[in-house]
């Protein structure tokens, strides 16, 4: 077996391990219609979702956290400023 070989099957061994360890399991709520704009990490405003909309953090290892639901026109936040956010945005009821 030749140096080249050996050192090709570590970085393919490498990639596939560090892969593994990258995934993240963490999913966010289901959006039904986007009738919501203006989402930020903190904060999401409900254009035109008649029956209300909430806006998300999706936190890695951790329950989601949720800001109030509001009516159309209204604003959505966070009441803090969360750590290992993975993803973020509005949901309609």
């Known amino acids: 077996m030749s ?3 050996v ?3 570590a970085a393919v061994l490498g990639a596939v391990v560090a892969g ?3 995934v993240d399991t963490v999913t966010a709520p289901e959006a039904k219609a986007a ?3 203006s989402v930020t990490l ?3 405003k409900n ?3 008649s029956n209300g909309a909430r ?3 999706a936190i890695k290892n951790a329950k989601s956290k949720y800001g109030a ?3 159309r026109g209204g604003v959505s936040s966070q009441q803090l400023c969360w750590a290992n956010v993975v993803s973020y945005g509005m949901t309609a009821r």
Do not use: D, E, P, R
């Open 47 to 49: 254009n035109s979702c």
């Open 35 to 37: 009738c919501y704009g």
């Open 69 to 71: 639901w509001v009516g």
């Open 20 to 22: 593994g360890v990258a």
């Open 42 to 44: 903190m904060k999401g």
């Open 7 to 9: 050192l090709l099957g």
């Open 3 to 5: 140096i080249k070989n």
């Open 55 to 57: 806006h998300w953090n």
